[in-house]
């Protein structure tokens, strides 16, 4: 049984989309920093592997809670289960996401609105019904991961960086107003990250976007999770409304 530090220390968090890439990432940094976690993911068993994982290698439990984040009442449950359970929220995580390109005069509504649905209007639900605990509590931080497109806009991807615009511009206005109630609400912004997401643009195209990267690499989850751990943690206990990046320095 492996812990690395108490940062986490008895902490509730719920973390969407945790069956793999970033998400996974962050169930684990989460777990080796004594969190109390519940995990998301919208296929059934996905999370089975992972809390096996989690639990040999830490001896933390994770709550798997099967939903599609678009889904207002599975989400609700969600939230009143974690409740019910530990009488708290500490901690949320918004990361589910999804990323469907297109060229301009290719943009269909459908993608729009898929985009849409998932990257920014079930942020803004999880949100509101996380703060609800959080403010009875009167503590708690709200994580959102955006996107470095979502910061500087890249070719190609008009409803992609157009939704993580989005989460940036609700992220700085969801910390102005739980501010008082002493919630912070901050954002990540990868950049570059090796997840199969974004691998799946073809080797080619991986390689011609490393020389865009000032560091020279790919980041990698873990880099994106250990930030999560510090703007979840009390080592960010005034830091509100930001968004990081991390990018490795990237040019997008």
């Excluded at 919208?42 to 089975?48: C, D, F, N, Q, V």
């Excluded at 942020?123 to 009875?136: D, F, H, N, P, T």
């Excluded at 997840?195 to 020389?211: A, N, P, W, Y």
């Amino acid at each position: 049984m492996e812990l690395q530090s108490n940062l986490l220390d008895r902490k509730v968090s719920f973390v969407t989309g945790a069956s793999r890439g970033i998400g996974r990432a962050i169930v684990e940094e989460f777990a080796k920093n004594g969190s109390i976690i519940y995990a998301n993911s919208l296929t059934e068993g996905s999370l089975a592997g992972l809390t096996e994982y989690i639990f040999k290698k830490y001896g933390v439990q994770v709550t798997p809670l099967y939903f599609d984040v678009r889904d207002s009442q599975s989400a609700k449950k969600a939230i009143i289960q974690i409740h019910k359970e530990q009488g708290k929220l500490d901690i949320l995580v918004n990361n589910a996401g999804i990323m469907k390109d297109a060229l301009i005069g290719m943009i269909t509504k459908q993608l729009m609105e898929d985009t849409f649905s998932v990257n920014v209007f079930a942020v803004m639900e999880l949100l509101q019904l996380a703060s609800k605990l959080m403010i009875r509590q009167k503590s708690g931080s709200i994580i959102n991961i955006a996107s470095i497109v979502g910061v500087n806009g890249n070719m190609g991807q008009l409803v992609y960086s157009a939704s993580k615009g989005a989460v940036i511009s609700l992220t700085k206005t969801a910390s102005k107003e739980l501010a008082p109630k002493n919630i912070r609400v901050n954002a990540i912004a990868p950049g570059m990250i090796d997840t199969d997401m974004f691998q799946s643009i073809g080797r080619e195209h991986v390689e011609k976007r490393l020389s865009n990267i000032g560091m020279g690499r790919l980041g990698t989850p873990e880099d994106v999770a250990k930030t999560c751990v510090y703007l979840a943690s009390d080592l960010s206990s005034y830091v509100t409304g930001q968004i990081i990046g991390v990018d490795g320095s990237a040019l997008v």
